[in-house]
């Protein structure tokens, strides 16, 4: 048999072409009847020819021959649902505009295959691959790693304050404050000056109100002084004059007795408060702060 040369070549595959649109255009346009019916008759063909060229078997083993079937792979499936979703778009586009895009899409390419094989889905998932896994185990480890992370720095940056350093609580005997009228004592681990007045107790923070200095008290002239920009307050730490925006700031203070019930403390706008337990113990919380009066 003589080989063909290249323009009988070309023929043969433009004449296939031509065939597989027009059956494409033909399979289109038919309705689910005419479907169904040259299923039914392809389905018939199918079993006669199979029919003849089986050989004769056992009538017991009929039953399990008929009830067996060949499982196919999924990397199989996949690749008759692609030849599938190709030949349903072939034939939505020989359809032309006129036909109904709609109902074109959903027919269903009559897929060949070896006898006992089951019908392959239209859409299928490929089985996850070793890149895929590994992606997905990565993604998984860093979730993992900023989640332990964030709590982690979460915790770390939370503020934790030890009893008798600044921001933790600071306990006194009340008689460490001075007497009524007299010189305010300065504490200077809790940045505090402890002052009594005729109202009462108080715990006065030793910056300024205005730009952060730490003021002074000046005998001299019986009040606070801040060096730094003038800013004045009395012996509770009232504003008399200067730039600074209201009076000294407070501390939120707790007194208790000997057993350790609570017997006073300083109100929410940080007014001095009276103790007459000459026992009692003055707990000041120095990371609570009572902003001090506006000026007026």
């Not at 990397?75 to 778009?89: G, H, L, P, S, W």
């Not at 959903?106 to 992606?135: C, H, S, T």
């Not at 730490?237 to 057993?259: C, H, N, Q």
Request: proline share 7%.
């Amino acid at each position: 048999m003589a080989p063909m040369t290249e323009e009988e070549k070309a023929a043969r595959i433009a004449a296939a072409k031509a065939r597989a649109a027009e059956i494409a255009a033909q399979r289109a346009q038919e309705t689910p009847e005419q479907r169904e019916a040259r299923l039914a008759a392809a389905k018939v063909r199918a079993e006669a020819a199979r029919t003849a060229a089986a050989p004769a078997a056992p009538q017991s083993a009929a039953p399990v021959a008929a009830a067996t079937a060949v499982a196919i792979s999924p990397q199989e499936q996949f690749r008759e649902a692609k030849v599938a979703q190709k030949q349903r778009e072939m034939a939505v586009a020989q359809a032309g505009p006129g036909a109904d895009a709609r109902v074109a899409a959903r027919r269903e390419a009559v897929v060949a295959r070896p006898e006992g094989k089951a019908a392959a889905p239209a859409v299928l998932a490929m089985p996850l691959n070793r890149r895929e896994f590994l992606m997905y185990a990565w993604s998984a480890s860093l979730a993992f790693f900023l989640a332990g992370s964030g709590i982690g720095t979460f915790f770390f940056i939370l503020p934790r304050f030890k009893a008798g350093e600044f921001g933790g609580t600071f306990s006194i005997p009340v008689t460490q404050f001075p007497a009524a009228g007299a010189a305010p004592v300065p504490n200077d681990e809790g940045k505090y000056w402890l002052v009594r007045t005729d109202q009462g107790y108080n715990v006065l923070y030793k910056v300024c109100t205005h730009l952060g200095c730490l003021y002074k008290w000046e005998g001299a002239t019986n009040r606070f002084e801040c060096p730094c920009h003038g800013s004045k307050f009395q012996l509770d730490g009232t504003y008399i004059e200067g730039p600074a925006p209201r009076g000294l700031d407070r501390f939120k203070i707790t007194v208790v007795d000997a057993s350790g019930n609570t017997i006073a403390q300083n109100d929410a706008k940080g007014d001095p408060f009276q103790v007459n337990d000459p026992n009692a113990i003055v707990r000041i919380d120095t990371g609570s702060r009572i902003q001090g009066k506006p000026k007026a």
